[in-house]
């Protein structure tokens, strides 16, 4: 019974969507059709709206005239929209994209555009409630942004010096995902035997969950029982001479832990890059190569004028996402330290903004801090597209 | 492509008109985040209670979460005015709830002397109880493996005379264990030292006890090296369980895990009482609560009322215990020669009598999170423990303030 309810739940879900994508094409249709004619805007400003409304009463059986207001509004900017933008053209191309924007307007930008509305306001344990009655949360302006900036949601680290320590986490992964992905993809990109596998073999940590590879790792890190400690007592012990220069076993969690952090997502990244690499190296022609071979080039030399600035074109998305992913990568931090109840040596931006959120519900500081990050990662994505058009340019 | 588009909305106008069914009286949502060996248990009680006469056309849903979801989802579901009616869960996240106004005090509406007063404490804040109490416990006890000691340590003394025997090369890799990290297994110390980490709402954590704690903690790890110098929560587990350590400090929750693990060789017994103040510990005591939605019915809240009371009357209360191994809240249950005459659940009800009760006040999430950084720093010998436990006040006391703002 639980499996026939369940189909039922989906069968209705689909239903329920392939309905919703059928009135979006529709209503998309009429704007196309008669969007010229003199009497359509006032007849889409008075139907349209009213219908949402309708529907709108139909799931919350309230009918409020702020809602009402915000139908004719909206109404009144997509028939200036088709009237001034569109005008009538590419109707197939629209209609086809149309659920899909109004699909990614829901899930991004209505939270996007929440997420700024808080940053401006006062939500937090003490105002939730009021909100939920009285729809009200107190206007404070740019109140949470300043807080943001003075104040930190960890004890002993600033806002400013979190963010040094997150770029220095970020750079210093991605430069040694890229240098490891790269070696790894020009050995791969040789005619060797069981490629294939090694490949496989390489892919590993990155196929795998996170979670799992990570708290694996973890384990190899312990002070007494990892397998890194262990290593290296073995090597103090064969070798008393690099026991004087202080190698031996380190308690990594408690002493190192950013380290331990970067050492573990350096391998679970280098995959990513080494596949996307090897892809942009697979697709290099081998005539380019013979040419420079006839020309006499060295192996670096062909490494530096062929290979680099023909992946540039595949690298550059990667570096950016890798960045994106990196300055935003909770995971690794939160499955490393925070669960071993760890100091906060080893938090970043996120991590904070996360304690800030969930530990102390400040949620429109969190909000400010938020918009924050995503303004950081915006103008270091901007910075790297440009400095690939830039080089694009060049050539 | 007109004729579809009028199709569809006149289907959708219809089901506009179409009211939304009102809350049904005798429909009772509940949520909970139980381990799911508990499922079975919880279903059995609901099931039991709409056979009862006079609750004819009763029904209970029961929906699962992990922790961490059902505090996301209750508190959406709450600003979305559709929240379940009852939650099953710990205390910790009560007053979160009550703080924001999600669910109603409940004095006045049960009996709650009937029950332990540490785990009615447990959910009280601000002259209100918040929760009615199913379980009792959630609190640190000793382990022990009977293969190396045959009785549990009655003092840190005998117990660190018994650490100075066997430790050391070739035999134990540590004494004992416990999650050093954890702030959560400080308070037992901290307690025995005379201190506690909260006054009503306000932290105090700059005294000479948490100095003490912390100063014991250097002792264990750095002088005597009884403890391992890294060791979370899985680590101490595991060395308990691999037989590579002797004692253990855990929570009930444990406790069939290590039966089963350990066999015969299974001891529990009280956290050694400190010799040094003569002190018991006191662990952190709470349990499993229900606790009710705000916005529920009167007419409602009678059948809630009835089947809170069913749920934990005497018989249910003792089918728990034998059932889940979870010690009853209900004064008269924790008396009933089932529970009484079981060795475990005598020593783990001793346990609780010598614990005070979690503190529920909202500000005890900046008082965590305030002692773990800077237990973390003095523990490793990063910060002199004098200062760590200045800033741990000040910080505690900056982010509380901070949460206001």
Redo the contacts between chains.
Sequence with gaps: MDILRSVYQVAGFIVLIS?GV??L???F??HFKYYARSWFFPAALTVFPL?AL??Y???T?EHPLRVWAYFVAAEALVCAAFRNIVKGRNTLPYLLLAPAFVGLALLLVYPFMFEVYLSFHDL???T??M??NTGHIPFVGLRQYW?VFT?SP???VSFWALVGRTLVWTFSNVFFHVLGGFALALLLNNSIRFKGVYRTLLVIPWAMPQVVAVLAMRGEF????GFVNIVLGRIAAAFPFLAHLGVGPV?W???YPLLTCTIINVWLGIPFMMVVILGGLQSISSSYYDAADIDGASYFQKLRYITVPLIRPVLMPALTLGTVWTFNNINVIYLVTG??????QADILVSALY?AAF????YS?SAAFAIVVFAMLFFISVFYLHGFDAAKDER | MEKIFLLTVLLAATAACVRPPADDPKHIVVWEQEDAQVAPYIDSVFRAFEKLPGNEGVTITRTHYQTEDLRQQFQAASLAGVPPDLLLGPSDTAGLYAISGFIIPLDGMFDFSKFNKQVVDAISLDGHIWGVPVSNGNHLLLFYNKKFIKDAPKSTGDLFSFCDKNSGEDKLESCMAFDSGEPFWLMPWLGAFGGWPIDGRKPTLDTQAMRDALNFYLYLKYDKKYIPMECDYNCMDSLFKENKTAFIINGDWAISGYQKQLGRNFGIGLIPKLSQTGRWPTPMVSGKYFTVSAGVGPEKMEIIKRLLNFYTDYDNQVRQYKELTRLPALKAAAAAPEITSDPVARVSMEEIRKGRPMPMATEMRAIWDSARNYMGLATTRKMDVDTAVRRMQANAVKKIQEMDR
């Design positions: 309905l059928a009135v094409e529709g209503y249709y009429y219908l309708a529907g009463y139909g799931v059986w937090k344990l003490t939730i409630m909100w939920k807080n104040t960890l004890s002993e312990h002070a007494t029982n308690q969690l408690s002493d669960q071993a109840g760890g100091t906060e304690k530990t102390y519900n400040r500081y």
